[in-house]
Structures are given as structure tokens and as C-alpha cells.
């Protein structure tokens, strides 16, 4: 096992700046062992204090690394039993199917069941035909209370054909 990285006093006085009451001494703790912040902590404390935030920052993990081809991970964001159907559409994509950019459009979120539907615009191309083409998608997502996080259930990608022009 590795030493704890000291932690440079700037460092935790910005980290003690940005963190709120309620997870400032988890955070602290794990500053002080681990010797590292990690983001998806600060990402959690949001989470606990607002839903749409925690939800549209997992969108935006998931879809960032879809786009740029970084399938694990974008996998971090599925439910364990979308894992099968994510990689078909990763092989389906990947290099043949290039996303430009996306936007998020709408989310509606069902509080009570932890659910959300998200509306993407999304602009794509494909190497063999260089034009870029535009998309409106829909994306499932669901809250785990067991992982304490949104999970995508439907990418929407289905909506994308290799062979559309």
C-alpha cells in the first residue's frame, strides 16, 4: 500500500471554499488520507442537493465520452443490463460514425421514480461522406439509490443508421 500524498495548503483551502456543510468533512477525510479530491465526490455532493444538476452532469460524462470514442468510459454511465446493447452501438459506431457536437435540449425528471427522459440535438458525420447531419434524440436515464447515481437506460442512438444519408 502506498504513503498519503500530502495535499498543498492552497489546494484544501480551495477545496474548503467549494465544498458545502453537508459534505465538506466526507470530502475533507478523503482529502486527508487519500491525498486527492476526486471530482466525482464533488459531482456526489451535487447530487445530494439537486438532482437536475447531478443529472445533467452525468448526461454530459456520458455523452463526452461517446462522442470522443472513450467507451469505457462512457460504460461508468450505463445500468449493468444495458451493458450488451451499449456495445453493439459502440462497435456500430465506432469510426464510422463521428458525433460533431450535442445539446442538450430538455430533461423532463420524474422525482418520485427517479426517472428522466432527455431531449439531445445532436450533429454527426461519417468518413466515407463528409456532411454533416442533424439529429433530435431521446435518452433514458434512471437514478440508482443502491449506486447513488443517474444511469442511462436508452442512448437513443438507435435513431442513427450507418447507412443514412
Known sequence: ?????????????????MSTASCGPVLIGEAACGGVVAAGNVAYCAAIQDPDEALKKAVKGFNEDFRFEDYTGALAFVLHDQRKTFWSEADRFKGRILIASFELRDLKLDKKKKHASVFLHLEYWRPESPSLKKVSIEQKWQYSKKDKKWELGESGFAAIHPGDD
Open 1 to 17: 500500500m502506498t504513503s498519503p500524498q500530502k495535499l498543498p495548503l492552497g489546494a484544501m483551502i480551495l477545496f474548503l471554499l
